[in-house]
């Protein structure tokens, strides 16, 4: 992941600026006017990615989506996140981006992008107020789930490897394992 601090003309990076950047298959996601460039994510990346967004897809309720990257969520003029899948309702889209925080955020692990995914990433959503922020890393595989503690901050809930079964109940009822979302691969 490359990390630009100075924008165009010495200033921030703005959103303007993210629309001006090319399609080179790189995510670009902008955090408080720093610039965050990620290379195309790898196939185990992947592969969780379809397997997860149509494990939600297929029980999400009729007022909400399911959506897997590259989908903006653009709360202001200098924040704009994708994360690698989101549920959000009907209501909060717009036909380009959704402008306010998902009720889900989910990030795939990579090598590239794990510190910002688990610390830089995982900080916007809280202070956004995603209410749910779950991080799966393909190596193990594990799930680690955060949600908003008695103090108002992202706790770890729950933490799920391999074959384990996770029971969700926000924002929707959904079962898995971490092993599932690797399908044939191991």
């Known amino acids: 992941m490359t990390v630009m601090a100075i924008g165009v003309n010495g200033r921030p990076f703005t959103v303007e600026d993210l629309e001006g950047m090319p399609d080179d298959g790189h995510r670009y996601e902008l955090i408080d006017g720093t610039l965050l460039v990620s290379p195309m994510p790898g196939f185990r990346h992947q592969k969780i990615s379809v397997k997860l967004t149509s494990r939600l897809d297929a029980v999400c309720p009729d007022d909400l989506h399911v959506?897997?990257?590259?989908?903006?969520?653009?709360?202001?003029?200098?924040?704009?996140?994708?994360?690698?899948?989101?549920v959000c309702r009907d209501s909060d889209l717009t036909d380009k981006l959704l402008p306010m925080a998902p009720l889900l955020a989910v990030e795939i692990l990579s090598p590239s992008s794990a510190l910002h995914d688990l610390n830089t990433k995982k900080a916007v959503y809280e202070r956004l107020g995603v209410p749910?922020?779950?991080?799966?890393?393909?190596?193990?595989?594990?799930?680690?789930?955060?949600?908003?503690?008695?103090d108002g901050l992202y706790e770890q809930t729950v933490v799920v490897k391999a074959d384990e079964v996770f029971e969700a109940t926000e924002p929707f009822p959904v079962r898995f394992s971490p092993a599932e979302l690797l399908g044939t691969l191991k």
Do not use: I
């Open 67 to 86: 959506l897997a990257a590259p989908f903006a969520v653009r709360p202001s003029h200098t924040l704009e996140v994708q994360p690698d899948v989101l």
């Open 132 to 150: 749910s922020y779950w991080v799966v890393d393909p190596d193990v595989p594990t799930l680690t789930v955060f949600e908003f503690g008695a």
